[in-house]
């Protein structure tokens, strides 16, 4: 029987010390702050935005209920890790 293919995007926050999928000790808070801060195409109209953060980032709403997760479930389904995740350096 094929495997079912994981459908959760990758997150780089510090639950592991390596980028993981969404879920297990990972609630997903630097994958919701990076699009935040970053994106903000799925941030406009999404129910965790309380205008000054993402309240998934600040531990207050669960991942399930953010729009960039469940946009980047469905465009990103075929990844595979490992992946390196560069993050540019701030000014």
Do not use: W
């Amino acid at each position: 029987m094929p495997r079912k293919k994981d459908d959760r995007p990758i997150c780089t926050c510090s639950a592991y010390k390596f980028p993981h999928r969404i879920g297990g000790r990972c609630t997903g808070s630097a994958f919701t702050e990076f699009h935040f801060y970053n994106v903000k195409s799925a941030c406009e109209f999404c129910n965790c935005n309380s205008g000054t953060h993402c309240d998934v980032a600040q531990g207050q709403e669960s991942i399930n209920e953010a729009e960039c997760y469940a946009e980047a479930k469905h465009n990103s389904a075929d990844l595979y890790l490992p992946i390196k995740i560069e993050i540019p350096e701030l000014y």
